[in-house]
Nanobody, 127 residues
């Protein structure tokens, strides 16, 4: 059974950084595409960043691309989301999502394409 386990969330002050981790596991699972989404209270879930495993193609939401970096550790089957210069509007539950196959670039931000989801990790940015 495929599992995604996020970690690294917490309470930080504006301007600080956080690195979220998403550990993927499963007896035969090899990630094809992994992405981070977030959902703030009262808002819809939105795409933050995604990575296609085969060629490391990265896609970022326009609202995050200057402050966020997605990266993978192949040996650990883990994907990281480095977030810098955090703002109060970044406060949300951050979810990791994955699917076995790769996606074309334009499809990576679409949450409907992902088969597996983590439980989420809370990020709160507040002074």
């Amino acid at each position: 059974q495929v599992q995604l386990v996020e970690s690294g969330g917490g309470l930080v002050q504006p301007g600080e950084s956080l690195r979220l981790s998403c550990a993927t596991s499963g007896p035969t699972f090899t990630p094809g595409t992994v992405a981070w989404f977030r959902q703030a209270p009262g808002k819809e879930r939105e795409f933050v960043a995604g990575l296609r495993w085969s060629d490391r193609k990265k896609v970022y939401a326009d609202t995050a691309k200057d402050r966020v970096t997605i990266a993978r550790d192949n040996a650990k089957s883990t994907v990281y989301l480095q977030m810098n210069s955090l703002r109060p509007e970044d406060t949300a539950v951050y979810y990791c999502a994955a699917r076995p196959g790769g996606l074309i670039q334009s499809a990576i931000p679409d949450s409907r394409h992902y088969d597996y989801w983590g439980q989420g990790t809370q990020v709160t940015v507040s002074s």
